[in-house]
């Protein structure tokens, strides 16, 4: 289950530990249904973009939702090659080790609406609208100001993108303890790049918001989902930032 509620601005959701259950289900039933071979998907998009996207798989007669997915519609485009599953399925979900058709770049996507997918293999190309939710986020003045604070060994490339924990997970030089504790956050992709655009974007649920900012990668665009309470400094376009980040696709079909 990915629930980004910090990111998103939609703690109010929470209630003694558990998602409101009386909004999940008055979202779940506006949902839209999209048919796969398993089941369907039920998606529900806010006034702000950010998609709600129930799992359902089919239960012999009934059904059953199997998990809940957040995704921000928007306009940042990737084209990507399928290398490697990642962790554990989850019911219509798939998380993949990707890399642009040149293969000079790799990072790790967990897929919505995997399911409508025909084919998914090393020969496929996939068109995915992406965005990515920060768990760390830090924000500088400039690329310059992130080279001043930080020595060059580890220091990241411009616009870089770098499935940092999954490379660590499998470093042989490090203990099996080390490696495990690389292992269980191997979906995070560490990535910088500067600020192009900022925006504030309104859910139209009660008083909740959020927001976005777009940043240049060498994969191309990619809209970050963040709360401002998430920050320890005001992010503006023309920043530069460092993330940690979990990356949501949204698989594009004809």
């Known amino acids: 289950m990915a629930v980004y509620l910090a990111n998103t601005g939609l703690e109010i959701l929470l209630k003694d530990g558990s998602l409101d259950q009386k909004q999940m289900l008055a979202w779940f039933e506006e949902a839209v249904r999209i048919p796969t071979k398993y089941g369907f998907y039920a998606t529900k998009v806010l006034q702000s973009g950010l998609t709600l996207v129930y799992r359902v798989v089919a239960k012999g007669s009934d059904t059953e939702i199997a998990g809940l997915d957040m995704h921000m519609s928007g306009r940042c485009l990737w084209s990507a090659k399928p290398l490697v599953r990642i962790g554990e ?14 293969e000079r770049s790799a990072f790790i996507a967990t897929l919505v609406h995997a399911a409508t997918l025909e084919q998914i293999d090393e020969d496929t190309i996939l068109n995915l609208q992406v965005c990515a939710f ?15 604070a930080t020595v060059e060994k580890g220091r990241l490339e411009d616009k870089k993108l770098l499935p940092f924990n999954y490379i660590m997970a499998r470093d042989e030089s490090l203990s099996e ?10 979906q995070m992709v560490l990535l910088c790049g500067p600020v192009l655009a900022v925006e ?7 008083d909740t918001l959020c927001m976005v ?12 989902v963040f709360s401002a309470k998430q920050l320890a400094k005001p992010l503006r376009k023309g920043s530069y930032v460092v993330a940690s980040c979990i990356v949501s696709a949204d698989v594009l079909t004809d």
């Open 200 to 206: 504030e974007r309104r859910h139209g649920f009660r």
């Open 89 to 102: 399925g989850e019911a219509l979900s798939l998380t993949l080790l990707m890399t642009n058709p040149s």
């Open 134 to 148: 920060p768990q760390a986020l830090d924000v500088f003045d400039s690329r310059q100001a992130y080279e001043s």
């Open 177 to 186: 303890e080390t490696r495990q504790k690389f292992a269980r956050h191997e």
């Open 213 to 224: 900012a777009t940043i240049a990668t060498e994969m191309g665009h990619l809209d970050l």
